[in-house]
């Protein structure tokens, strides 16, 4: 049966007949050097980037959640960076860190906005690994930060407003079928404390997108 093992050379030599053959097998040698490369490449790579994260100062924020104010350091590695970022452009990009037009806003698209921010902050969270978590707890303070901007920033508001607001909202487009969505929306009942707790809401938002760029720049 004829060997199909690959081999990078191939040496015979039979000193009772004379025979030497020597064969070297380039693609195999070439696969080789490049695997070589890419492992010295990644573990230089991974030396460098542990050397600029050290390099890198934590952030000391100081933040006011629910009347309460709150110091947080947050380590300044590429993974509490990048949850930042994806955080920080996620708040400027929908109707959370932007200011509030209650004559202009519709607030069923305002809590779809925020529901959405709590579900992306929440697999963030997810995301972070055990490592950054136990390896001198490079990811507690980030984790905190985050966890107090859902449970004492979003949800307050949520629990006591949204589900009773919603169920009124829908049922009054069923019956008012010529005003528009503000309109609607201004005759509830509860409106004006409503819209002051979201206006307050919407103000922690935007000075916690300024935290996280904080957090991203090192200022």
């Known amino acids: 049966m004829e060997d199909t093992k690959l081999k990078i050379i191939d040496f015979y030599f039979d000193i009772e007949k004379g025979v030497f053959s020597f064969t070297l097998n380039l693609w195999v040698l070439l696969i080789v050097i490049i695997l070589i490369f890419i492992v010295t ?11 600029i994260e050290k390099n ?10 629910g009347g309460t104010e ?5 380590t300044r ?5 990048e949850i930042a ?14 200011e509030i037009e209650e004559d202009k806003d519709v607030i069923v698209e305002v809590y779809n906005s925020w529901y959405s921010l709590f579900n992306i902050t929440r697999d963030e969270l997810k995301s972070i690994d055990g490592v950054l978590i136990k390896d001198n707890n490079k990811s ?5 930060l985050l966890t107090d901007i859902l449970n004492k920033g979003l949800r307050p508001h949520l629990t006591e407003y949204q589900a009773k607001f919603r169920k009124w909202y829908n049922e009054q487009i069923e019956i008012d079928n010529s005003s528009s969505p503000q309109e609607i929306q201004a005759n509830y009942e509860d409106f004006t404390p409503l819209m002051n707790s979201m206006k307050q809401v919407n103000t922690n938002l935007m000075d916690y997108s300024k935290q996280l760029k904080k957090i991203i720049d090192g200022e």
């Open 77 to 81: 590695n590429y993974k509490n960076i």
């Open 140 to 144: 507690n303070e980030l984790v905190g």
């Open 70 to 74: 709150v110091e947080y350091e947050i």
């Open 41 to 51: 490449y990644l573990i230089k790579r991974y030396r460098n980037n542990s050397v």
């Open 56 to 65: 890198l100062k934590p952030v000391k924020l100081k933040y006011s959640l």
């Open 85 to 98: 970022h994806r955080i920080y452009i996620e708040l400027i990009t929908r109707k959370a860190a932007l």
